[in-house]
């Protein structure tokens, strides 16, 4: 028997995995703008597309305190609202060239030391990369507009040769979710087999 129970358990195990891994962002009736996030934490991706739709916004305080160690922006991104990262645990940030805005507090008390920027500089609200330790590296992209412009937070922007290649479009479906599901998948399969195999006790009277 408990070699039938061990499959099971197991099962269990990763359907709870797969449950607590899940990060489902919460977007605006347009669906256009991430609004709040149930389940985040750690690294965190937001994705180029909701259900069609282009996501352009990050609202204001929509990912506040959330515990997020790393984001990924997507390159369809426009505007990063204000205190919508306040409050996490991030060490450095990239900017996606598709940003024009970042709202005032936006990444304010984190730990970022470096953040990048990858196109024209941005309109850049005040205190948006405050926090304890204080930023130390501000750089973007060679031959970018704007730049270096006034100094962010007590940094001066310096010029780095930065690759021709955009910011990757992000999945929006976490990697230890697609390995929990391919393992679901890979029992599924066993059992199946064993179904197949296993033939019915046939008395003879």
Request: glycine share 10%.
């Amino acid at each position: 028997m408990l070699y039938r129970l061990i499959p099971c358990g197991l099962f269990f195990f990763l359907f709870a995995t797969f449950e607590s891994s899940a990060q489902t962002l919460v977007y605006n009736g347009a669906g256009d703008t991430v609004i709040d996030c149930t389940g985040c934490g750690g690294a965190l991706t937001i994705p180029a597309d909701n259900a069609g739709t282009p996501v352009t916004t990050i609202g204001s305080n929509s990912l506040r305190g959330d515990g997020i160690t790393s984001v990924v922006f997507p390159n369809t991104l426009i505007t990063i609202g204000g205190e919508s990262f306040a409050n996490n645990n991030l060490t450095s940030v990239t900017i996606p060239a598709s940003v024009t805005t970042i709202g005032s507090e936006a990444f304010e008390h984190n730990a970022i030391s470096t953040a990048l920027f990858e196109g024209d500089r941005p309109t850049i609200g005040g205190s948006a990369f405050s926090g304890s330790p204080p930023i130390t590296t501000i750089n973007y992209c060679a031959g970018a507009s704007g730049w270096p412009g006034a100094d962010i937070e007590g940094v001066t922007p310096t010029a780095i040769t930065c690759s021709s290649a955009s910011a990757a479009t992000p999945s929006a479906v976490p990697a230890s979710t697609s390995f929990t599901m391919m393992v679901l998948a890979g029992l599924l399969t066993v059992f199946a087999s064993r179904a197949k195999r296993k033939k019915p006790n046939l008395t003879v009277r």
